[in-house]
């Protein structure tokens, strides 16, 4: 600084704080890089813990839709009035009709873990973010207090008969037992519970569970494509399928045309105005969707469309005018 080489001096010492700087820069943006590399390794296997228990949930409620199908075609035959004693005499499942249920537990231990970690989840899943928040808040909830109710109403009928009836208690096997079988047959208060066994049972808890099970199925493939990957195997959900036959054009009762058509294994009720309905497969010719359940049968040589709402499916909704 005597000799005058101040200005050297500073430039020196200005260079060297810029290197610093710049060295802790590229430290701290590698480090960040690090860091938001782990996050993402982290979320990203959240993601497919998630995908493991929608795996393990739409294989239960393939089980669960069998098991009620099943039951819904036998409530059909005892509301319509169409079995008889032999049947009740041949069939344990008919004793057992309203007094047995299967139940599973929906799965969102993944979810949760996702929710413990959500402010390192990368800016770009916002939208399988939006798409977990439907699936888990909405269509899990309401499967969960629909099965809380099918619990709470499970063993109900089954304390009524118990109370009111000695049959009911006999030790006369269950075939064999005239008066347990008359009362089924021709009880108007049985089919009472019948039918409240179907609302429980099949269009709330199967419904919910059809409609959780479509959301899961949407979010599992969404996460596919943010991992970049593919299954090679089915993950066991709606695998039934479509009988070509009940495809095609039909006629409404009052008048309007509709169209039911297969696409990707995945079925649709189309209006005349393009507008669109996916309806869930839940037996070879039946579906469901919000709560409404539609079933096709055939009546002489027509095809139809037949809903809850006429009289348990008695008179046809819609009735086929022409093939695809």
């Known amino acids: 600084m005597s000799e005058n080489k101040t200005s050297k001096y500073l430039k020196?010492?200005?260079?060297e704080i810029i290197l610093v700087v710049i060295g802790i820069l590229i430290a701290l943006s590698i480090n960040n890089?690090?860091?938001?590399?782990?996050?993402?390794?982290?979320?990203?296997?959240?993601?497919?813990?998630?995908?493991?228990?929608i795996k393990s949930d739409l294989s239960e409620i393939n089980e669960i839709t069998n098991f009620y199908?099943?039951?819904?075609?036998?409530?059909?035959?005892?509301?319509?009035?169409?079995?008889?004693?032999?049947?009740?005499?041949?069939?344990n499942e008919l004793h057992n009709l309203i007094f047995n249920a299967n139940q599973i537990n929906l799965k969102n231990i993944g979810f949760n873990n996702l929710m413990r970690v959500q402010d390192i989840i990368p800016p770009e899943y916002e939208t399988i973010l939006e798409q977990l928040y439907l699936?888990?808040?909405d269509h899990f909830v309401y499967a969960q207090d629909s099965e809380n109710e099918l619990k709470e109403n499970l063993?109900?009928?089954?304390?009524?008969?118990?109370?009111?009836?000695?049959?009911?208690?006999?030790?006369?096997?269950?075939?064999?037992?005239?008066?347990?079988v008359d009362y089924f047959l021709n009880n108007v208060r049985y089919k009472g519970m019948v039918r409240e066994y179907q609302t429980i049972a099949i269009h709330n808890y199967l419904n919910f569970n059809q409609n959780y099970a479509k959301a899961a199925l949407d979010t599992y493939n969404a996460?596919?494509?943010?991992?970049?990957k593919h299954d090679e195997e089915s993950i066991g959900f709606n695998d039934l399928k479509?009988?070509?036959?009940?495809?095609?054009?039909?006629?409404?009762?009052?008048?309007?045309?509709?169209?039911f058509i297969t696409k990707d294994n995945r079925n649709y009720i189309v209006t005349e105005a393009k507008d669109s309905l996916e309806w869930l497969h839940y037996a070879p010719n039946k579906f469901a969707v919000g709560g409404q359940f539609i079933r096709f049968g055939k009546e002489k040589d027509s095809?139809?469309?037949?809903?809850?709402?006429?009289?348990?499916?008695?008179?046809?909704?819609?009735t086929k005018i022409e093939n695809d």
């Open 12 to 15: 020196y010492a200005i260079g």
């Open 33 to 53: 890089w690090n860091e938001k590399s782990q996050n993402k390794l982290k979320v990203n296997s959240l993601l497919q813990k998630i995908q493991k228990n």
């Open 69 to 91: 199908a099943a039951k819904d075609s036998l409530m059909f035959l005892a509301l319509g009035n169409k079995l008889t004693i032999e049947d009740y005499q041949n069939s």
């Open 135 to 137: 699936q888990y808040n």
């Open 155 to 180: 063993t109900k009928f089954g304390d009524i008969l118990f109370e009111k009836y000695d049959w009911y208690s006999s030790e006369v096997p269950s075939h064999l037992n005239t008066e347990r």
């Open 223 to 228: 996460i596919n494509k943010i991992l970049n």
């Open 242 to 259: 479509t009988n070509p036959e009940i495809t095609g054009k039909y006629q409404t009762i009052i008048g309007d045309a509709i169209q």
């Open 303 to 318: 095809t139809n469309i037949y809903v809850g709402a006429y009289k348990n499916g008695s008179k046809p909704f819609a």
